[in-house]
């Protein structure tokens, strides 16, 4: 038996112990710092990283990492270097996430299909660019931006403002000293997850995210307002391109520069008349993304885990999947994305229904009160026969959970039921 340390405290993580704890060969799992619904929460912050080491050390714990900060300041190498058990990428493998430049030249010089761009640091040049080109741009500040830093622009007068925003005003401080000028490819987008142990990597369910605050895809982004696995979006063949074309590519192109990438390989992807491009990758998995995936997954996912960080992912199977949909509606608090009130009692948590699981995200536990504590505050999951009964599942659980200011879009999945009925993953 080997106890686990889930480093996080979103959805995702509560999503990713959630599923650990069921394998027989998982004692306790620990979330440092988690949330108000994960159990054994130990006290310790994403970035305190030696404190973290020693507590995995103290006690008897494979470390999984939820999200990019600590990757891309280099949880995994420092882990390395004491012999801890440790499952993510290391600080060189997670630039793919941390340095937008970084992946869109990796990219390039290997032929993964992604869209056109040119790289500045110099608003004069950047702005001469725009009014050069015949299409449409899409911003993008090169470091990590907490989902913020990517403008996508209707005309020249808006990449301008963008640019200025970027380049000038430094909005997202050092994560802005350089920009991305990419061509805006409209299509339909859909996440791709891989667990690679640097070698070969293997596929996990497709999902499709809704980004935009309100129904019908409005308003500003956000982390992410809801999930469902799998989508239509990405067929069978679509599967096997994406699979072959930018999964294996980028792994086996990783190799080549000496650099493992061993973990969740998330790629976002556009689909345009029939071809995959590459958004971005994601050195994680994703959130929303994570809460429908583990509940569709019936292999162990320790098993795969441990064979990412011992390199032997080969000698497993294909991952195994419920042939049921999944569907999750994050509950968020209203004003998010932007201001939000904190410390509403959330009633109704406890409504049993065997389909569903309530994972918790920005919510806290006092007095056996559970508080909200975050934008997003729970994600509502359910599995169903059909996506549509999912959807059903998902939405009659939701109507039973109630805090002041509670708030989620109605339409979450709703994309999925138009298009066809997608791979088997
Ligand atoms: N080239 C592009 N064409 C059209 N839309 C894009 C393009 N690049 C990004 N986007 C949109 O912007 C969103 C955020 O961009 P992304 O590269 O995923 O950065 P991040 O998740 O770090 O904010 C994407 O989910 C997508 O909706
Ligand atoms: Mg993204």
Redesign the pocket.
């Known amino acids: 038996m080997i106890n686990v340390l889930v480093v996080g405290s979103g959805g995702r993580e509560h999503a990713l112990g959630w599923k650990l704890s069921s394998s027989p060969k998982v004692g306790i799992v620990y979330h440092a710092p988690g949330n108000g619904g994960t159990p054994n929460n130990v006290e310790i912050e994403v970035h305190e990283i030696e404190k973290l080491a020693k507590f995995a050390s103290e006690n008897n714990c494979l470390t999984v990492v939820g999200p990019e900060v600590p990757l891309a300041a280099g949880i995994v190498d420092e882990f390395a270097k004491k012999g801890l058990a440790i499952f993510g990428p290391t600080k060189a493998a997670a630039q793919l996430?941390s340095s937008?430049v970084w992946a869109k030249n990796f990219m390039k010089r290997n032929g993964i299909p992604?869209?056109r761009?040119e790289v500045f640091d110099d608003a004069t040049k950047a702005k001469e660019y725009a009014k050069s080109v015949d299409y449409?741009l899409?911003v993008?500040a090169d470091g990590?931006?907490?989902?913020?830093?990517?403008?996508?622009c209707n005309d020249k007068s808006e990449a301008i403002s963008a640019i200025d925003k970027i380049l000038v005003d430094k909005s997202f401080g050092a994560s802005g000293a350089r920009i991305i000028l990419?061509?805006?490819?409209?299509?339909v987008?859909a996440s791709y997850i891989a667990i690679s142990d640097g070698n070969v990597a293997y596929p996990m369910a497709t999902s499709q995210?809704h980004?935009r605050i309100y129904d019908n895809d409005k308003g500003p982004?956000t982390g992410g307002m809801g999930a469902y696995s799998p989508t239509g979006v990405i067929d069978d063949t679509m599967a096997e391109n994406i699979q072959k074309n930018v999964i294996e590519k980028t792994v086996l192109s990783m190799k080549k520069e000496n650099i493992l990438f061993c973990g969740f390989l998330y790629a976002?992807i556009?689909v345009k008349d029939g071809k995959p491009?590459v958004?971005?990758f994601?050195a994680r998995m994703g959130d929303p993304e994570c809460q429908p995936i583990m509940m569709r997954m019936d292999s162990d996912l320790l098993d795969y885990i441990q064979a990412s960080i011992d390199g032997t992912l080969a000698s497993l199977p294909n991952i195994s999947w419920k042939r049921q949909s999944a569907v999750c509606v994050v509950l968020a608090s209203k004003g998010y994305p932007d201001s939000y009130p904190k410390n509403e009692e959330i009633l109704g948590l406890d409504a049993s229904n065997k389909d569903s699981y309530v994972f918790h995200a920005g919510t806290r536990r006092v007095d056996g009160k559970v508080l909200t504590n975050g934008g997003r505050v729970l994600g509502v999951t359910a599995t169903g026969d059909t996506l549509q009964s999912a959807i059903y599942n998902a939405y009659t659980r939701v109507e039973k959970i109630r805090w002041p200011s509670k708030y989620c879009r109605t339409d979450i999945g709703k994309k999925g039921l138009r298009s066809s009925v997608g791979s088997d993953l």
């Open positions: 996430e937008k992604t869209a761009f449409s899409v993008k990590l931006a907490a989902g913020k830093g990517v403008i996508v990419e061509e805006r490819i409209d299509g987008e995210d980004k982004n976002g556009m491009y958004l971005e994601n």
